[in-house]
Protein backbone atom coordinates (compact mmCIF):
# COMPACT_ATOMS: atom_id res chain seq x y z
CA UNK A 1 0.00 0.00 0.00
CA UNK A 2 1.53 3.30 -1.00
CA UNK A 3 1.95 5.30 1.72
CA UNK A 4 1.00 8.64 0.17
CA UNK A 5 -1.30 9.46 -2.60
CA UNK A 6 -1.44 12.34 -4.49
CA UNK A 7 -4.85 13.40 -6.82
CA UNK A 8 -4.20 15.94 -9.28
CA UNK A 9 -6.71 18.55 -10.03
CA UNK A 10 -8.06 18.50 -13.72
CA UNK A 11 -8.90 21.50 -14.55
CA UNK A 12 -5.26 23.07 -13.30
CA UNK A 13 -2.78 20.83 -15.89
CA UNK A 14 -2.91 23.17 -18.60
CA UNK A 15 -2.46 26.35 -16.63
CA UNK A 16 1.12 27.62 -16.54
CA UNK A 17 2.48 28.16 -13.20
CA UNK A 18 5.59 30.13 -11.37
CA UNK A 19 5.86 27.99 -8.90
CA UNK A 20 4.30 25.04 -6.85
CA UNK A 21 4.64 25.75 -3.35
CA UNK A 22 3.40 22.45 -0.55
CA UNK A 23 1.91 23.89 2.36
CA UNK A 24 2.21 21.95 5.01
CA UNK A 25 -0.86 20.30 7.76
CA UNK A 26 -2.69 23.51 6.29
CA UNK A 27 -5.46 23.45 8.98
CA UNK A 28 -5.33 26.71 9.74
CA UNK A 29 -7.05 28.35 6.76
CA UNK A 30 -6.97 29.05 3.12
CA UNK A 31 -5.59 32.19 3.04
CA UNK A 32 -1.95 30.88 2.02
CA UNK A 33 -3.16 29.09 -0.38
CA UNK A 34 -5.41 31.90 -1.82
CA UNK A 35 -2.17 33.85 -1.87
CA UNK A 36 0.10 32.09 -3.83
CA UNK A 37 -2.56 31.63 -6.10
CA UNK A 38 -2.21 34.89 -6.55
CA UNK A 39 0.66 35.34 -7.49
CA UNK A 40 0.35 32.88 -9.79
CA UNK A 41 1.61 29.81 -7.99
CA UNK A 42 -0.14 26.61 -7.80
CA UNK A 43 -0.15 24.94 -4.18
CA UNK A 44 -0.36 21.20 -2.92
CA UNK A 45 -1.96 20.28 0.34
CA UNK A 46 0.11 18.08 2.44
CA UNK A 47 -2.63 16.18 4.54
CA UNK A 48 -1.73 14.27 8.02
CA UNK A 49 -3.14 11.11 8.19
CA UNK A 50 -5.43 11.16 11.21
CA UNK A 51 -3.30 8.26 13.12
CA UNK A 52 -0.85 11.02 12.63
CA UNK A 53 -2.82 14.08 13.74
CA UNK A 54 -3.34 15.51 17.61
CA UNK A 55 -6.90 14.47 18.40
CA UNK A 56 -8.33 18.12 18.62
CA UNK A 57 -7.38 17.66 14.80
CA UNK A 58 -9.34 14.23 14.06
CA UNK A 59 -11.90 16.26 12.30
CA UNK A 60 -9.62 19.35 10.63
CA UNK A 61 -10.89 20.12 6.79
CA UNK A 62 -8.29 21.64 4.31
CA UNK A 63 -9.66 24.70 2.67
CA UNK A 64 -8.30 26.75 -0.11
CA UNK A 65 -7.82 26.67 -3.55
CA UNK A 66 -5.89 23.68 -3.58
CA UNK A 67 -4.62 22.21 -7.27
CA UNK A 68 -3.35 18.89 -5.43
CA UNK A 69 -3.33 16.68 -2.27
CA UNK A 70 -0.53 14.74 -0.93
CA UNK A 71 -1.60 12.52 2.31
CA UNK A 72 1.14 11.85 5.03
CA UNK A 73 0.37 8.43 6.42
CA UNK A 74 4.13 8.31 8.19
CA UNK A 75 7.06 7.11 4.88
CA UNK A 76 8.85 10.69 4.55
CA UNK A 77 10.38 9.12 1.69
CA UNK A 78 7.01 8.65 0.36
CA UNK A 79 5.48 12.11 0.85
CA UNK A 80 8.88 13.42 -1.05
CA UNK A 81 8.59 11.29 -3.98
CA UNK A 82 4.86 12.87 -4.07
CA UNK A 83 5.84 15.80 -4.01
CA UNK A 84 8.73 15.89 -6.09
CA UNK A 85 6.13 14.27 -9.32
CA UNK A 86 4.50 17.45 -8.50
CA UNK A 87 7.57 19.92 -9.18
CA UNK A 88 7.33 21.14 -5.49
CA UNK A 89 9.55 24.50 -4.72
CA UNK A 90 8.64 25.92 -2.19
CA UNK A 91 7.70 23.82 1.33
CA UNK A 92 5.84 26.18 3.71
CA UNK A 93 4.19 25.18 6.96
CA UNK A 94 0.58 25.78 7.00
CA UNK A 95 -0.17 25.35 11.16
CA UNK A 96 1.72 24.38 14.05
CA UNK A 97 1.07 20.72 13.82
CA UNK A 98 3.79 21.14 10.44
CA UNK A 99 6.32 22.94 11.51
CA UNK A 100 8.83 19.49 12.17
CA UNK A 101 6.99 17.66 8.77
CA UNK A 102 8.06 21.12 6.58
CA UNK A 103 11.30 21.40 7.57
CA UNK A 104 12.06 17.66 6.71
CA UNK A 105 10.34 17.44 3.43
CA UNK A 106 11.92 20.89 2.41
CA UNK A 107 15.74 19.22 3.82
CA UNK A 108 14.72 16.17 1.42
CA UNK A 109 13.83 18.33 -1.50
CA UNK A 110 16.83 20.42 -1.63
CA UNK A 111 14.74 23.74 -0.81
CA UNK A 112 15.58 26.31 2.25
CA UNK A 113 14.22 25.43 4.99
CA UNK A 114 15.16 25.80 8.68
CA UNK A 115 17.56 23.04 10.24
CA UNK A 116 14.98 19.95 10.90
CA UNK A 117 17.50 19.16 13.83
CA UNK A 118 16.08 22.08 15.41
CA UNK A 119 12.98 22.80 14.39
CA UNK A 120 11.56 22.23 18.29
CA UNK A 121 12.85 25.74 18.38
CA UNK A 122 10.41 27.10 16.45
CA UNK A 123 7.10 25.45 18.15
CA UNK A 124 8.06 24.72 21.62
CA UNK A 125 8.54 27.17 24.53
CA UNK A 126 11.24 24.63 26.26
CA UNK A 127 13.11 24.13 23.54
CA UNK A 128 13.35 27.90 22.86
CA UNK A 129 13.93 29.03 26.22
CA UNK A 130 17.03 26.33 26.20
CA UNK A 131 18.14 27.80 22.75
CA UNK A 132 17.82 31.36 23.74
CA UNK A 133 20.45 30.85 26.74
CA UNK A 134 22.81 28.76 24.57
CA UNK A 135 23.22 31.62 22.41
CA UNK A 136 23.52 33.87 25.46
CA UNK A 137 20.32 35.69 24.85
CA UNK A 138 18.38 36.83 27.69
CA UNK A 139 15.25 34.20 28.41
CA UNK A 140 12.79 33.35 30.89
CA UNK A 141 13.76 30.77 34.08
CA UNK A 142 11.84 27.38 33.13
CA UNK A 143 11.49 23.98 32.74
CA UNK A 144 10.08 21.98 30.65
CA UNK A 145 8.36 18.08 31.28
CA UNK A 146 5.91 15.34 31.47
CA UNK A 147 6.91 14.77 35.35
CA UNK A 148 4.62 17.35 38.07
CA UNK A 149 7.74 15.75 41.08
CA UNK A 150 10.51 17.25 38.51
CA UNK A 151 8.00 20.38 38.02
CA UNK A 152 8.32 20.76 41.67
CA UNK A 153 11.33 20.26 42.44
CA UNK A 154 12.53 22.80 39.87
CA UNK A 155 10.76 25.08 41.61
CA UNK A 156 11.99 24.57 45.40
CA UNK A 157 14.89 25.46 43.62
CA UNK A 158 13.86 28.93 42.20
CA UNK A 159 11.40 29.98 44.63
CA UNK A 160 9.22 32.57 42.69
CA UNK A 161 6.35 34.44 43.67
CA UNK A 162 3.81 33.05 41.13
CA UNK A 163 4.61 30.72 37.52
CA UNK A 164 3.33 29.86 34.62
CA UNK A 165 1.54 26.80 33.58
CA UNK A 166 1.68 26.38 30.19
CA UNK A 167 2.04 23.51 27.04
CA UNK A 168 5.34 23.24 26.20
CA UNK A 169 3.94 23.35 22.26
CA UNK A 170 3.33 26.78 20.67
CA UNK A 171 -0.01 27.92 18.82
CA UNK A 172 -2.22 25.04 20.89
CA UNK A 173 -5.60 26.91 22.12
CA UNK A 174 -4.86 26.10 25.74
CA UNK A 175 -4.59 28.74 27.59
CA UNK A 176 -1.79 29.01 30.16
CA UNK A 177 -2.09 29.38 34.46
CA UNK A 178 -0.79 31.33 36.78
CA UNK A 179 0.28 29.15 40.14
CA UNK A 180 1.21 31.30 43.01
CA UNK A 181 2.21 27.75 44.66
CA UNK A 182 3.11 24.32 44.56
CA UNK A 183 -0.55 23.32 45.29
CA UNK A 184 -1.73 25.19 42.32
CA UNK A 185 0.86 24.21 40.24
CA UNK A 186 -0.21 20.36 41.53
CA UNK A 187 -4.00 20.91 40.75
CA UNK A 188 -3.84 22.46 37.52
CA UNK A 189 -0.85 19.67 35.70
CA UNK A 190 -3.35 16.93 34.98
CA UNK A 191 -5.86 19.22 33.09
CA UNK A 192 -3.17 20.95 31.03
CA UNK A 193 -1.74 17.42 30.30
CA UNK A 194 -4.32 16.30 29.29
CA UNK A 195 -5.37 19.49 27.11
CA UNK A 196 -1.75 19.71 25.81
CA UNK A 197 -1.99 16.20 24.47
CA UNK A 198 -5.55 16.76 22.96
CA UNK A 199 -4.10 19.43 20.70
CA UNK A 200 -0.66 19.11 19.84
CA UNK A 201 0.21 14.88 20.72
CA UNK A 202 2.88 16.20 23.35
CA UNK A 203 2.05 15.85 26.72
CA UNK A 204 5.05 18.15 28.19
CA UNK A 205 4.52 21.18 29.97
CA UNK A 206 6.48 24.66 30.72
CA UNK A 207 6.22 25.60 34.39
CA UNK A 208 8.30 29.21 34.20
CA UNK A 209 8.65 32.48 36.12
CA UNK A 210 5.73 34.68 35.82
CA UNK A 211 7.43 37.44 33.55
CA UNK A 212 6.88 41.45 34.75
CA UNK A 213 5.64 43.50 32.32
CA UNK A 214 3.18 44.21 29.32
CA UNK A 215 3.35 41.63 26.78
CA UNK A 216 3.52 42.15 23.53
CA UNK A 217 3.40 40.52 19.69
CA UNK A 218 6.19 41.36 17.24
CA UNK A 219 5.54 40.13 13.62
CA UNK A 220 8.33 39.39 11.80
CA UNK A 221 9.13 38.01 8.00
CA UNK A 222 12.55 36.46 6.49
CA UNK A 223 13.75 35.94 3.69
CA UNK A 224 17.32 34.79 2.34
CA UNK A 225 19.37 38.02 1.43
CA UNK A 226 22.95 38.14 0.40
CA UNK A 227 25.48 35.65 0.93
CA UNK A 228 22.94 33.19 1.62
CA UNK A 229 22.60 35.10 5.42
CA UNK A 230 18.76 35.47 6.70
CA UNK A 231 17.16 38.82 6.80
CA UNK A 232 14.58 39.38 9.53
CA UNK A 233 12.72 42.64 9.12
CA UNK A 234 9.93 43.54 11.97
CA UNK A 235 7.43 44.36 10.65
CA UNK A 236 4.96 45.44 13.20
CA UNK A 237 4.57 45.61 16.80
CA UNK A 238 1.31 44.94 19.31
CA UNK A 239 0.83 45.69 22.85
CA UNK A 240 -1.84 43.91 24.80
CA UNK A 241 -3.79 44.95 27.85
CA UNK A 242 -5.68 43.42 29.83
CA UNK A 243 -8.13 43.75 32.79
CA UNK A 244 -7.64 43.01 36.47
CA UNK A 245 -9.17 39.15 36.10
CA UNK A 246 -6.42 38.79 33.37
CA UNK A 247 -8.89 38.49 30.65
CA UNK A 248 -7.35 39.99 27.35
CA UNK A 249 -9.21 44.22 26.78
CA UNK A 250 -7.75 44.90 23.57
CA UNK A 251 -4.89 44.83 21.17
CA UNK A 252 -3.10 48.10 20.05
CA UNK A 253 -0.69 48.69 17.36
CA UNK A 254 2.44 50.46 18.54
CA UNK A 255 4.47 53.74 17.00
CA UNK A 256 7.37 52.21 15.84
CA UNK A 257 9.60 55.44 16.79
CA UNK A 258 9.60 55.39 20.69
CA UNK A 259 12.45 53.54 22.61
CA UNK A 260 10.68 50.64 23.43
CA UNK A 261 9.67 49.16 19.65
CA UNK A 262 13.66 49.55 19.25
CA UNK A 263 14.41 48.07 21.74
CA UNK A 264 11.82 45.39 21.16
CA UNK A 265 12.81 44.71 17.79
CA UNK A 266 16.86 44.70 18.55
CA UNK A 267 16.07 41.68 20.66
CA UNK A 268 13.55 39.88 18.22
CA UNK A 269 16.44 39.88 15.83
CA UNK A 270 18.10 38.22 17.92
CA UNK A 271 15.89 35.76 18.83
CA UNK A 272 15.30 34.78 15.25
CA UNK A 273 18.88 34.17 14.91
CA UNK A 274 19.14 31.81 17.81
CA UNK A 275 15.98 29.86 16.97
CA UNK A 276 17.46 29.29 13.46
CA UNK A 277 14.75 31.04 11.22
CA UNK A 278 15.21 31.22 7.90
CA UNK A 279 12.21 32.28 5.82
CA UNK A 280 9.15 32.61 6.89
CA UNK A 281 6.94 34.34 9.38
CA UNK A 282 7.25 34.42 13.37
CA UNK A 283 4.82 35.79 15.85
CA UNK A 284 6.57 36.51 19.12
CA UNK A 285 5.40 36.86 22.32
CA UNK A 286 7.61 39.33 24.25
CA UNK A 287 6.78 40.37 28.29
CA UNK A 288 8.53 43.69 28.77
CA UNK A 289 10.14 45.42 31.90
CA UNK A 290 11.89 47.72 32.95
CA UNK A 291 14.39 46.01 35.37
CA UNK A 292 14.94 43.28 32.71
CA UNK A 293 13.65 44.53 29.57
CA UNK A 294 12.65 42.39 26.82
CA UNK A 295 12.42 38.65 27.34
CA UNK A 296 10.57 35.89 25.14
CA UNK A 297 7.57 34.38 26.40
CA UNK A 298 7.10 32.21 22.90
CA UNK A 299 7.52 32.54 19.31
CA UNK A 300 5.19 30.87 16.43
CA UNK A 301 6.74 30.13 12.95
CA UNK A 302 3.20 30.80 11.36
CA UNK A 303 0.98 33.76 10.35
CA UNK A 304 -1.43 34.94 12.88
CA UNK A 305 -5.29 34.61 12.71
CA UNK A 306 -7.22 36.18 9.97
CA UNK A 307 -8.79 39.14 11.49
CA UNK A 308 -5.38 40.03 12.92
CA UNK A 309 -4.07 39.84 9.01
CA UNK A 310 -7.13 42.29 8.35
CA UNK A 311 -5.90 44.90 11.50
CA UNK A 312 -2.31 44.77 9.78
CA UNK A 313 -4.06 45.51 6.61
CA UNK A 314 -6.20 48.60 7.78
CA UNK A 315 -3.00 49.78 9.48
CA UNK A 316 -0.69 49.53 5.95
CA UNK A 317 -2.61 48.96 2.69
CA UNK A 318 -0.61 45.79 2.47
CA UNK A 319 -1.78 42.16 2.68
CA UNK A 320 0.52 40.23 5.12
CA UNK A 321 -0.11 36.77 3.15
CA UNK A 322 0.98 38.16 0.35
CA UNK A 323 4.25 39.96 1.84
CA UNK A 324 4.94 36.54 3.51
CA UNK A 325 4.21 34.51 0.14
CA UNK A 326 6.97 37.25 -1.27
CA UNK A 327 9.47 35.68 1.31
CA UNK A 328 8.93 32.45 -0.29
CA UNK A 329 10.00 33.25 -4.01
CA UNK A 330 13.71 33.48 -4.88
CA UNK A 331 14.55 36.51 -5.15
CA UNK A 332 11.40 38.47 -3.84
CA UNK A 333 9.61 40.54 -5.98
CA UNK A 334 9.09 43.08 -3.45
CA UNK A 335 10.59 43.27 0.17
CA UNK A 336 8.31 43.67 3.41
CA UNK A 337 8.08 47.21 4.84
CA UNK A 338 7.22 47.68 8.59
CA UNK A 339 4.03 49.41 9.51
CA UNK A 340 3.77 53.45 8.94
CA UNK A 341 3.20 55.32 11.86
CA UNK A 342 0.34 57.86 12.45
CA UNK A 343 -2.53 55.76 12.18
CA UNK A 344 -4.41 53.73 15.56
CA UNK A 345 -5.14 50.47 15.10
CA UNK A 346 -6.89 48.47 17.79
CA UNK A 347 -7.79 44.69 18.30
CA UNK A 348 -10.89 45.13 20.54
CA UNK A 349 -11.22 41.51 22.13
CA UNK A 350 -15.06 41.15 23.45
CA UNK A 351 -16.07 39.09 26.94
CA UNK A 352 -18.95 37.06 26.45
CA UNK A 353 -21.17 36.46 29.07
CA UNK A 354 -22.01 33.32 30.58
CA UNK A 355 -24.83 31.67 28.78
CA UNK A 356 -24.79 34.22 25.64
CA UNK A 357 -26.33 32.40 22.75
CA UNK A 358 -25.28 35.14 19.80
CA UNK A 359 -25.51 38.61 19.16
CA UNK A 360 -28.73 40.52 19.71
CA UNK A 361 -29.13 41.80 16.11
CA UNK A 362 -29.81 45.03 16.79
CA UNK A 363 -27.16 46.17 18.79
CA UNK A 364 -25.04 43.73 16.67
CA UNK A 365 -25.84 46.26 13.62
CA UNK A 366 -25.28 49.50 16.17
CA UNK A 367 -21.47 47.78 16.43
CA UNK A 368 -21.01 46.93 12.79
CA UNK A 369 -21.84 50.65 11.82
CA UNK A 370 -19.74 52.40 14.44
CA UNK A 371 -17.26 55.24 12.34
CA UNK A 372 -13.83 52.76 13.12
CA UNK A 373 -14.91 49.44 12.46
CA UNK A 374 -12.68 47.90 10.23
CA UNK A 375 -13.73 44.21 10.54
CA UNK A 376 -15.29 42.14 12.86
CA UNK A 377 -15.68 38.15 13.43
CA UNK A 378 -17.59 35.58 11.94
CA UNK A 379 -20.01 35.76 15.54
CA UNK A 380 -20.60 39.68 14.87
CA UNK A 381 -21.61 38.86 10.84
CA UNK A 382 -25.43 40.09 10.06
CA UNK A 383 -26.60 36.35 9.63
CA UNK A 384 -24.24 34.43 11.92
CA UNK A 385 -25.55 31.15 12.64
CA UNK A 386 -26.41 30.53 16.55
CA UNK A 387 -24.02 27.87 16.57
CA UNK A 388 -21.16 30.22 15.93
CA UNK A 389 -18.90 30.19 19.13
CA UNK A 390 -18.34 34.12 20.72
CA UNK A 391 -15.00 33.01 21.91
CA UNK A 392 -12.10 35.01 20.41
CA UNK A 393 -14.91 37.72 18.87
CA UNK A 394 -12.91 40.46 17.98
CA UNK A 395 -13.56 43.74 16.49
CA UNK A 396 -11.07 45.87 14.93
CA UNK A 397 -11.18 49.53 15.17
CA UNK A 398 -9.18 51.62 12.65
CA UNK A 399 -8.60 55.50 12.19
CA UNK A 400 -6.12 58.37 11.61
CA UNK A 401 -8.13 59.84 14.76
CA UNK A 402 -7.22 58.56 17.97
CA UNK A 403 -9.80 60.05 19.25
CA UNK A 404 -12.67 58.69 17.39
CA UNK A 405 -11.09 54.86 17.80
CA UNK A 406 -10.76 55.50 21.43
CA UNK A 407 -15.04 56.88 21.39
CA UNK A 408 -15.81 54.13 19.61
CA UNK A 409 -13.66 51.26 22.23
CA UNK A 410 -15.96 52.73 24.47
CA UNK A 411 -19.29 52.38 22.85
CA UNK A 412 -18.56 48.70 22.59
CA UNK A 413 -17.82 48.25 26.03
CA UNK A 414 -21.11 50.02 27.02
CA UNK A 415 -22.99 47.72 24.25
CA UNK A 416 -21.90 44.65 25.91
CA UNK A 417 -23.17 46.52 29.38
CA UNK A 418 -26.00 46.90 27.09
CA UNK A 419 -27.16 43.65 26.49
CA UNK A 420 -25.17 42.65 23.17
CA UNK A 421 -24.74 38.94 24.11
CA UNK A 422 -28.62 37.57 23.81
CA UNK A 423 -29.50 35.35 27.08
CA UNK A 424 -26.36 36.12 28.59
CA UNK A 425 -25.99 37.33 31.92
CA UNK A 426 -24.34 40.00 32.95
Same mark, same amino acid.
Given at each position: MSFATARLAASTRSLRVAG??????? #?????????FARKGWKTVAVDLD?????????????????????????? +?RHTVKALRRLGVTAVV???????????????? +????????A?????????? !???? +???????????????? +?? =?????AELFPLSSYVLAPAAVGVPVE?? $???? =?? !??SVSWPDMRRAAARHSGDGHLVLAENLPGREYLVHSVTWPGPQGQPDHLVTDIWAEKRFADGRLDRTDLLDRQPLLTRALSIYTLRVLNALGV?????????? #?????????ISALAVPGPPLANEAFQAATGRERFADLVDAWISPP???????????? $????????????DGIDPWLGRILRQLPTVEAVSAGLQPHAALSTPLASTEVVLSSDEPDAVEADYRVIRALEREGLYRGGRA
Open positions: TAAIVAP #YSGGEYAEAARLRPLALADANIRGPYADTVEHRGS +LTGSVAGTALADRIASM +LDLPCGNPTSQQRCDRGA !QAAA +LSAAAVPAPNSVRTTS +LS =EALKWPV $VCTD =EF !QVVRGPVISRIA #YSATRGPLLPTEPVPVPTGRR $VVRVHLQPTDGG
